[in-house]
């Protein structure tokens, strides 16, 4: 991994900062690198080192600090270190070896486990329950649907000026009921809403429409049956019903094999969970691909996938109307990417958004991968990129650093990979010529 990859990995900037003074081989008591096991002993405030393991191939780690981060900046300071060819060969030391064999055989018992064949349950039994419980589901969400379609009409009733003045509690009480009903996805769109109200100019039209989102999921839900196949797996999707990772692989909606590059990752809080996204576009097919994963917060992301890096990989994706999100079913190790994605001019980026929303008119986010566009910072402190024709789109105001995009950029224009939500971009890299900048 090249340095800005390993940082792309910090759980915030002050890891990240904290991290750059650690990669340094004075920081250090004794580091090494064994086949794929990177190893090093840290100087701390105690007499003893914190013991700091990496297994570079899935990017997994450990260390012995009491960092409540994840990974702490020791994992990152030794990965840095190592990024600038500061770690030699060196046979690791036992404690480092016994946790890389411990992991190994544990995931031998997991393949063993689930080779070992069970006794057969009652089908007609176990049948016969799912059915039960997926029929009270139901009844709970068809019931929670209805109530929150009649809480909009009176939300539209009383006036956007009256919405504006309601503590927060009135949209998380609103929000807590459609839990209880099991419609977190509208729940979480409700919970929203106290946000748009405060967010300064133009909330009126951005509080309209996300009502009528609202409003027109409630509607779709009732019409289930009267909607195509694709779209109505959408529709569920958006209320709040799941499905695990063996089921959408049994599904094999759309199965598509590539090499894929990992183009950008972002983490954030939802709800006491981490959820981190990471956008992949195929080499072959140029195929945009969306992978979740989840870890309670606080917890680190099992496995998390290397910004800027690429790997053979045979993803199955989510039955949708507009696929985007999909599982791995196959991968392979990481690899260093030698070139930027391919990626497309401002306008076939936004026709390719147009699709996309005419298929899911839920969907939240959508991947651009712009060439030969160049960051423009205006007088009235708005941040833009604009292409060779002069059309450009705002950057969204939560991107963290937008100097950093633009001292990169060094006035040329550049590939940027981000996610448009229909208002403004957020950046999630750059590329320079082949070198990949991570910006969140």
């Known amino acids: 991994?090249?340095?800005?990859?390993?940082?792309?990995?910090?759980?915030?900037?002050?890891?990240?900062?904290?991290?750059?003074?650690?990669?340094?081989?004075?920081?250090?008591?004794?580091?090494?690198?064994?086949?794929?096991?990177?190893?090093?002993?840290?100087?701390?405030?105690?007499?003893?080192?914190?013991?700091?393991?990496?297994?570079?191939?899935?990017?997994?780690?450990?260390?012995?600090?009491?960092?409540?981060?994840?990974?702490?900046?020791?994992?990152?300071?030794?990965?840095?270190?190592?990024?600038?060819?500061?770690?030699?060969?060196?046979?690791?030391?036992?404690?480092?070896?016994?946790?890389?064999?411990?992991?190994?055989?544990?995931?031998?018992?997991?393949?063993?486990?689930?080779?070992?064949?069970?006794?057969?349950?009652?089908?007609?039994?176990?049948?016969?329950?799912?059915?039960?419980?997926?029929?009270?589901?139901?009844?709970?969400?068809?019931?929670?649907?209805?109530?929150?379609?009649?809480?909009?009409?009176?939300?539209?009733?009383?006036?956007?000026?009256?919405?504006?003045?309601?503590?927060?509690?009135?949209?998380?009480?609103?929000?807590?009921?459609?839990?209880?009903?099991?419609?977190?996805?509208?729940?979480?769109?409700?919970?929203?809403?106290?946000?748009?109200?405060?967010?300064?100019?133009?909330?009126?039209?951005?509080?309209?429409?996300?009502?009528?989102?609202?409003a027109l999921l409630c509607t779709a839900y009732g019409r289930l049956d009267a909607l195509p196949e694709a779209l109505r797996a959408d529709v569920r999707r958006h209320v709040g019903w799941t499905q695990t990772q063996d089921e959408i692989v049994a599904r094999a909606f759309d199965v598509v094999d590539d090499r894929w590059l990992v183009v950008g990752t972002r983490s954030e809080e939802e709800e006491r969970l981490t959820v981190r996204r990471t956008w992949l576009r195929g080499e072959r097919t140029r195929r945009d691909a969306l992978l979740l994963q989840f870890a309670p917060s606080g917890a680190p992301v099992p496995d998390p996938l290397v910004a800027g890096a690429r790997l053979d990989a045979r993803l199955v994706f989510v039955e949708s109307a507009a696929p985007l999100r999909a599982v791995f079913a196959e991968r392979g190790a990481f690899e260093a990417a030698s070139a930027p994605p391919d990626a497309a001019p401002l306008d076939e980026a936004l026709g390719a958004y147009a699709r996309a929303v005419g298929g899911d008119p839920w969907l939240e986010r959508f991947p651009f991968v712009l060439r030969d566009v160049t960051p423009l910072h205006t007088a009235d402190g708005r941040w833009y990129v604009r292409d060779a024709r002069d059309r450009a789109l705002p950057l969204a105001r939560t991107l963290r650093e937008p100097f950093v995009l633009h001292a990169c950029a060094g006035g040329h224009p550049v590939t940027v990979a981000g996610e448009w939500d229909g208002r403004a971009l957020l950046p999630l890299g750059l590329w320079s010529g082949a070198r990949y900048t991570a910006l969140v």
Request: with cysteine; glycine share 8%.
């Open 1 to 214: 991994m090249t340095a800005d990859q390993v940082l792309s990995l910090a759980p915030d900037a002050a890891s990240a900062k904290a991290a750059q003074g650690l990669a340094a081989p004075r920081a250090w008591v004794a580091a090494g690198i064994d086949g794929a096991l990177l190893w090093g002993e840290c100087k701390g405030s105690g007499a003893t080192p914190y013991q700091t393991r990496v297994e570079l191939t899935t990017v997994a780690y450990k260390c012995s600090c009491p960092s409540r981060k994840f990974p702490c900046k020791h994992v990152l300071g030794v990965l840095l270190l190592h990024a600038a060819g500061g770690v030699a060969q060196a046979v690791a030391p036992e404690w480092a070896s016994a946790w890389l064999a411990e992991r190994d055989a544990k995931a031998q018992r997991a393949a063993e486990t689930a080779a070992i064949p069970r006794a057969p349950a009652d089908p007609a039994a176990s049948e016969a329950a799912a059915a039960k419980r997926a029929k009270a589901r139901e009844a709970r969400v068809a019931a929670g649907i209805d109530e929150c379609a009649l809480w909009l009409r009176d939300v539209v009733r009383l006036g956007l000026a009256h919405a504006q003045t309601q503590p927060s509690r009135y949209w998380e009480e609103r929000a807590a009921r459609l839990v209880d009903a099991q419609c977190a996805g509208v729940a979480r769109r409700v919970r929203a809403l106290a946000s748009t109200v405060a967010s300064g100019a133009g909330w009126e039209s951005r509080l309209l429409d996300s009502l009528g989102e609202i």
